[in-house]
């Protein structure tokens, strides 16, 4: 992706809600080496798969030797060794169902641990049922606390001590059926849930002095009914995700806003015990002849564990639709439409201050409306989710002064009510044929 | 939750969301408290008599943490640090101080701060940065008003401390003219040779020229002050515009003779914090713009305003006249006003609240004058008079009865000397859109605040306790004399727990840990201290005598070996029908008595009339004797109220 706000700047993401717009995002590679096998002895199949991931800025933009990489998969899958349809993994994994394309997001489902699994088959390979547990421990403070000590036996010098280190464990249940409608269409429901769990601890605040860290759960329940005609990539699907506690939280993020509880004994804890959010989501596209329509949406909602509103509560949602006129099959012209809206928990300052002016005028809203067109070439045919494509984009947002707000002093997104991105990218993928259940 | 809010944007979510037949499509909306939303809240006098009310004061960052979401920066290993206490903490902890008895609560200043400067952080709130932004480290005005609402439920108030002294550490003085602060060293020591002087450019020391600039060449005028930028720590300009400009400040560097008038109100406040021009015309509208508007946005009851001395007596006219009238015509009278003027003189002390221009010889030196004052910055309203300050800190009394009798034991005759002074040392009269009450019936009595050692603390620095002398048990009368003098008794926060540090910040603890040394839990209510408190503060607000009662002693003396009377000191308190006798004995040792040289205490009742000491677990009665007179014996250290029989308020 190359491009620019049209002043010189690089372009930069104007999006306001967790998920929005992709046309936007920066450069992303991801370089999967997959090895696969039959075993005639154990009549089974195994893959081994190692995905290296490259972000931006890479050595042409900046020209620096170097890389912001990341292993995102590294896991071995066995599959039909007990049984046919059985298969367990185990490694490091990107876990995941269905996205919606247009918001580069996983609304129902989206882990990545340290972790091992199992997926099972069966009913004609129309019913799935996934099982999974993972671990993860964040850099951070929440999840570990590394001191200086001196050395036994009376050894000169000092070596590390984890005083806090907690994993944080991840189990994942989800079944999946799918039913077929005539010849190509079909149906498919989904239930998922996940635990969360982080066992107690202790950090050290002061030279011998340790404050208690309580242990802490969350769960996630959800679901997914989606549908498809069997004609070119025609489906829609519709998520629907509570989370509680600390999975209400990102993953690799420490749990801010915590509640305060005392516990049996006197001491304070903080814990996400509170802590909640909730997603509807929909995603869908629809291809007939040169005319393709993909379309996403999401609401969510998010209640840190601290009781009383503040900034990091958040309602929020978008609308975006992409429809795509296909000229012949080497290329065509799309256009995306999207707007996107938050209210957090705070009060709207004023110009003059949170107290100047005529006061607050009740709780901080903000929105904004993009624009685009992308004209773009389809080497592989025609198809909403054909790929790879190289593409021209241009796009316009509008912000409101909400939005606006949200940006510190001098900030041009703080300034500018209209934003103008123009760009070239490229996209391609390959999809993994080995599913377990999404 | 009163009313949901909805705003434009929802709309088309709540349509998709309607549109799906999802079960929690309505969960996710938001909802806050209308009233605690609103541009402005309606203001209300929520006081009948200032002197029905008992103070607790609270600082904030110490007192209770209920957020932990704004425990930015919070590090509990050191005082001088943030350490995580806020307003919803404060408001979850509203039940335990009504179980204490006090009525309203003195919190810390609300505005944003210089959150750290020089290894110090700002967790007092006296580092103004931003006038109208709140603290972030104690919450949102949200935060603000669900407290101030939930103090007012309870029949609590709220008084918010300001500074218009100073501001935080917001500039420094550029000497040497490098551009960057530095600290310089001038003149080489030997003999024959300059001193050495270290001059930081944070904090120059006074210059009544203004701080100079200067090289080893020589002085080359006034130092360019140079706003600082460092948003990571809040030193960054101030939110109103006049005040990022050198002329908001006297620039005339830090005070280091406070005898010195000059310093006393033109010098930076040490530390660094940069004294505000407040003889400007626009700095005193300022001020009272922004302050009321906290008055409006909050509805609390009250000012308790800083380093009152350090500010020109002109300034606190314009101030205390403007801000009265600007909310009594929004509806909120009886708004309480008092100072701090951390000093001993009495006299400096109280003319802060007398009528008279000019109201001391401060005043008068520097130009106080109506005329000119109205000239040259009349404001809006009518013209200024001498209307000053409700009340102040009694800090004559903290020095001359607090430390010397109560916890020194030394002549109680003092504290009557004292009080007589207070008719002329103080204002005498009632302020226009004021509480009604003249500023001598509302002196802030205190026994101990957050600029003094605590009462209890007997470290280096503080004056040797008596030998023998229970530290406790003159804490506990102190606390009694506090209970039932005329005034306004305001209690600092963990007095009632026996914390007992040394000066700033060792006696800034945080409430939550507790007691160790007594071995009392956070919040304690069964403690000794917290129990006696709690007995006097439902004396208190039991007997109208011991609130608005006028005041005659009844005893003091000089004695203070092994006389009769020795530690003795009582008075009498009237309002109408209800009476009040309060007698103490200070004495380290001595069982004393309200009786020497064939004198025995009058009493202004009569002769036969029973009086009871209601302290006493066994109600001790005591009849009158001829003369209206009466001897009370009192073991050493301890005190005794006696009313009559026939006014007794049973279940205090």
Redesign the interface.
């Known amino acids: 992706m190359l491009g620019g706000d049209l002043t010189g700047r690089p372009g930069r993401d104007t999006d306001i809600v967790a998920r929005g717009s992709r046309l936007d995002e920066n450069t992303y590679l991801e370089l999967e080496f997959r090895r696969e096998d039959y075993w005639k002895k154990t009549d089974s199949n195994t893959q081994i798969v190692a995905t290296l991931a490259f972000q931006h800025p890479i050595f042409h933009y900046n020209g620096v030797f170097d890389g912001v990489v990341a292993m995102r998969n590294l896991y071995l899958e066995s599959r039909d060794l007990l049984t046919k349809g059985l298969a367990f993994w185990a490694g490091s994994r990107m876990y995941r169902g269905d996205d919606i394309y247009l918001l580069d997001w996983w609304p129902l489902d989206n882990l990545n641990t340290l972790g091992a699994g199992a997926w099972y088959k069966f009913n004609e390979d129309r019913t799935v049922v996934a099982l999974h547990g993972g671990l993860t421990r964040p850099q951070d403070g929440f999840f570990g606390q590394t001191v200086e000590r001196p050395l036994p036996l009376n050894q000169v010098g000092a070596a590390q001590v984890d005083i806090l280190s907690r994993q944080k464990f991840i189990g994942s249940l989800k079944l999946n059926h799918r039913i077929q409608l005539g010849e190509k269409a079909g149906a498919k429901g989904i239930l998922y849930a996940e635990t969360h769990q982080l066992p107690s601890g202790q950090r050290e ?2 030279a011998g ?1 340790f404050d208690r860290l309580s242990s802490d759960s969350g769960y996630v329940v959800g679901g997914q009914v989606g549908a498809w005609t069997g004609e070119r990539d025609t489906f829609v699907n ?1 998520f ?1 995700r ?1 989370a509680r506690g600390l999975a209400a939280y990102p993953d690799f993020a420490a749990p ?5 509880e005392t516990a049996d004994d ?1 001491i ?1 804890e ?1 814990t996400t015990s509170g802590a909640h959010e ?1 997603r ?1 989501a ?1 995603g869908a596209n629809y291809e007939k002849g040169p005319i393709g329509v993909m379309f996403g ?1 999401y ?3 998010f209640r ?1 564990a ?1 009781p ?3 900034l ?2 958040v ?1 929020e ?1 978008i ?1 975006i639709a992409r429809p795509h006129y296909f000229i012949g099959e080497k290329g065509g012209i799309a256009v995306e439409a999207s ?1 996107q ?3 957090r ?3 709207t ?1 004023s110009p ?5 002016g ?6 901080h ?3 904004l409306a993009r624009f685009g067109i992308i004209p773009f070439l389809s080497p592989a045919g025609r198809g909403d989710y054909v790929r790879p494509q190289i593409r021209a984009m241009y796009v316009i947002t509008l912000r409101d002064a909400g939005a606006r707000a949200l940006y510190p002093q001098d900030d041009v997104f703080g300034l500018r009510k209209v934003e103008h991105f123009f760009g070239i990218g490229a996209e391609w993928w390959f999809n993994n044929t080995w599913s377990y259940g999404g | 939750m009163k009313k949901q ?1 909805t ?4 709309a ?2 709540t349509a ?2 309607l549109a ?1 037949p ?4 309505t ?4 909802q ?1 408290d209308e009233e605690l ?4 809240v309606p203001l209300q006098p929520h006081v009948a008599d200032w002197r029905d009310e008992i103070i607790y004061q609270v600082l904030v960052d110490r007192f209770a ?6 425990n930015f920066r919070v590090d ?2 050191a005082l001088g640090k943030w350490h995580g206490g806020d307003w ?1 903490g404060l408001e979850e902890k509203l039940p335990y101080l009504e179980e204490l008895g006090v009525t309203t609560l003195w919190i810390s200043p609300a505005v944003k701060n210089v959150d750290t400067d020089a290894g110090f952080d700002g967790y007092h709130g006296y580092w103004t940065q ?5 603290n972030p480290h104690f ?5 603000l008003r ?1 407290l101030v609402n939930a103090a007012h439920d309870r029949g609590m108030k709220i008084i918010l401390d300001i500074v218009t002294n100073h501001m935080g550490q917001m500039f420094y003085y550029d000497i040497n003219g490098n551009g960057q602060p530095d600290i310089q060293t001038f003149g080489g020591g030997k003999p024959g040779q300059d001193i050495v002087v270290n001059v930081t450019e944070y904090d120059p020391e006074f210059d009544p020229r203004g701080v100079q600039a200067r090289t080893s060449l020589g002085e080359s005028g006034p130092a360019k002050v140079v706003f600082q930028y460092d948003p990571a720590s809040n030193h960054v300009p101030p ?1 109103l515009p006049f005040f990022q400009t050198p002329d908001a400040y006297n620039r005339k560097g830090r005070t280091f003779n406070f005898d010195d008038l000059d310093q006393l109100v033109h010098g930076d406040f040490p530390g660094g914090l940069k004294d505000i021009d407040t003889r400007r015309c626009e700095v005193k509208t300022a001020m009272v713009d ?1 302050f009321a ?2 008055v ?2 909050t509805d609390i009851d009250g000012f308790r305003i800083d380093t009152l001395k350090h500010v020109e007596h002109e300034f606190w006219r314009f101030f205390t006249q403007r801000v009265r009238q600007r909310l009594a015509a929004k509806g909120k009278t009886n708004f309480f006003m008092f100072g701090e003027a951390f000093d001993g003189n009495d006299a400096l002390i109280g003319s802060f609240t007398k009528k008279s221009v000019p109201s001391h010889p401060n005043d008068e030196a520097l130009g106080g004058d109506l005329a000119r004052e109205n000239a040259e910055c009349p404001g809006e309203g009518p013209p200024l008079t001498g209307d000053t300050l409700d009340g102040v800190f009694y800090f004559s009394q903290h020095f001359q009865a607090f430390r010397d009798v109560f916890r020194q034991g030394g002549p109680t005759r003092n504290v009557e000397t004292l009080w007589n002074a207070r008719r002329d040392n103080y204002g005498t009269e009632p302020h226009a859109d004021g509480t009604g009450l003249a500023p001598t019936q509302t002196l802030v009595n205190f026994i101990d605040n957050h600029d003094v050692a605590r009462f209890l603390y007997t470290g280096a620095g503080a004056p040797e306790l008596p030998e023998g002398r229970d530290r406790y048990l003159a804490l506990k009368n102190a606390l009694l004399f506090l209970m039932t003098e005329d005034g306004i008794p305001c209690l600092y926060y963990g007095t009632e727990q026996g914390f007992e540090g040394g000066n700033d910040p060792a006696n800034r603890e945080p409430m ?1 840990d507790g007691n160790p040394m007594l071995n009392l ?2 919040y304690d209510t069964s403690g000794d201290l917290f129990s006696w408190t709690r007995r006097l503060t439902r004396l208190r607000r039991g007997y109208p005598a011991l609130t608005r009662g006028d005041l005659t002693v009844r005893w003091s003396t000089e004695a203070t070996g092994g006389e009769e009377d020795a530690g003795m000191l009582a008075f009498s308190r009237q309002v109408d029908t209800s009476y009040a006798l309060v007698v103490f004995n200070t004495h380290t040792s001595n069982e004393s008595t309200t009786a020497a040289g064939g004198v025995t205490m009058a009493t202004g009742r009569e002769q036969g009339s029973v009086l009871v000491d209601v302290l006493s677990d066994a109600q001790t009665p005591y009849e009158v004797g001829p003369g209206g007179t009466v001897a009370v014996t009192l073991p050493p250290m301890s005190g005794a109220i006696l009313v009559p029989r026939e006014q007794i308020v049973s279940g205090l």
């Open positions: 605040t002061d002095r519709l629907v509570y801010g806003q915590l509640a305060i006197g304070t903080y909730f509807v929909l949406a609401f969510r909602s840190n601290n009383d509103l503040d990091n509560d309602d949602g609308v707007y809206a938050q209210q928990g705070v009060l300052p003059e201050g949170t107290l100047g005529e006061g607050p005028a009740g709780l809203s903000a929105g | 809010r705003n434009r944007f929802l088309p979510l998709l969301a799906l999802l079960p929690f499509a969960t996710g909306c938001m806050m939303a609103a541009g402005e943490d209920g957020d932990a979401g704004n509990r290993t919803r931003a006038f109208l932004e709140t919450g949102d005005l949200a935060a669900r939110d922004v508007r906290w409006e946005l939550w839990p956070a």
